[in-house]
């Protein structure tokens, strides 16, 4: 912030000068506003489409070997559940998993809805 010394007053604040403030801070961090997006605290749209949603909700996931040897992927169970769902996957066919999972991985990412009846797993 700049000020114009007059005679009046030293620390007058020119208009110009007020304009050209830093964004607001909260807790010491500025606040970013897209006034373009039209987010409000009470009117966010927590969709797949909207772009600044980055980290959509992810339950917490195990992936460890069973006493058989298959590999187990398992999600902690939510509140409506009796038990955690998992799965397991044979070690004869974890390679296949594995290359579609990289493959899904290195891909860009599409969140736009697929045609009924297409099953894509994020890959266009």
Do not use: C
């Not at 961090?29 to 959509?56: C, I, K, M, R, Y």
């Not at 590999?71 to 579609?100: C, K, N, Y």
Request: aromatic share 6%; hydrophobic share 30%.
């Amino acid at each position: 912030m700049t000020t114009n010394p007059t005679t009046e007053n030293s620390n007058e604040i020119k208009p110009e000068a007020a304009q050209k403030q830093s964004p607001e801070k909260r807790g010491g961090f500025p606040v970013l506003v897209n006034p373009a997006q039209g987010h409000s605290d009470d009117n966010f749209q927590w969709t797949v489409n909207n772009e600044d949603v980055l980290l959509p909700e992810q339950r917490t996931t195990a992936i460890y070997l069973n006493r058989w040897g298959q590999a187990v992927i398992r999600q902690e169970r939510g509140w409506d559940e009796e038990s955690d769902p998992f799965m397991t996957i044979d070690h004869a066919h974890l390679p296949v998993v594995i290359q579609r999972l990289q493959e899904i991985a290195a891909a860009p990412l599409n969140r736009e809805e697929p045609e009924p009846g297409e099953a894509t797993g994020g890959l266009r």
